[in-house]
């Protein structure tokens, strides 16, 4: 978890009065290196605002993969990988993602009909 904006704050200010790192980190019981890091950054950009996350965008079009599946009921998971430049596990979590399944059942065969 990240650290609050309102104790960075604070160790910037205790820095700024003229108090060490050192003093820093055992005043607030924080890491030397937290403390030099935030400090650099600080001296950098003026800010001690986290980065955004950045996600990446998803490789597979859900929408399209939902198209293909319909267009291919019977097509393996490698086939379908092919056809969206990835690999059959990516495929798989896709389909789960969007809650298609792929297992057929089986049809019922002759011997397993009850007598009437």
């Given at each position: 978890?990240?650290?609050?904006?309102?104790?960075?704050?604070?160790?910037?200010?205790?820095?700024?009065?003229?108090?060490?790192?050192?003093?820093?980190?055992?005043v607030?019981?924080?890491?030397?290196?937290?403390?030099?890091e935030?400090?650099?950054?600080?001296?950098?950009?003026?800010?001690?605002?986290n980065?955004?996350?950045?996600?990446?965008?998803?490789?597979?079009?859900?929408?399209?993969?939902?198209?293909?599946?319909?267009?291919?009921?019977?097509?393996?998971?490698?086939?379908?990988?092919?056809?969206?430049?990835?690999?059959?596990?990516?495929?798989?979590?896709?389909?789960?993602?969007?809650?298609?399944?792929?297992?057929?059942?089986?049809?019922?065969?002759?011997?397993?009909?009850?007598?009437?």
């Open positions: 978890m990240a650290y609050s904006k309102d104790l960075k704050k604070k160790v910037m200010e205790y820095l700024q009065k003229g108090n060490s790192q050192r003093s820093a980190e055992k607030f019981g924080i890491n030397l290196s937290t403390v030099n935030w400090h650099q950054k600080y001296q950098r950009t003026g800010s001690l605002e980065k955004p996350p950045v996600r990446k965008p998803k490789k597979i079009d859900p929408e399209k993969l939902k198209e293909y599946i319909a267009a291919h009921p019977d097509a393996y998971l490698t086939e379908i990988g092919e056809a969206f430049n990835c690999n059959e596990s990516a495929i798989r979590k896709a389909l789960k993602r969007l809650g298609i399944t792929r297992k057929k059942r089986r049809s019922v065969t002759a011997s397993k009909i009850p007598n009437k």
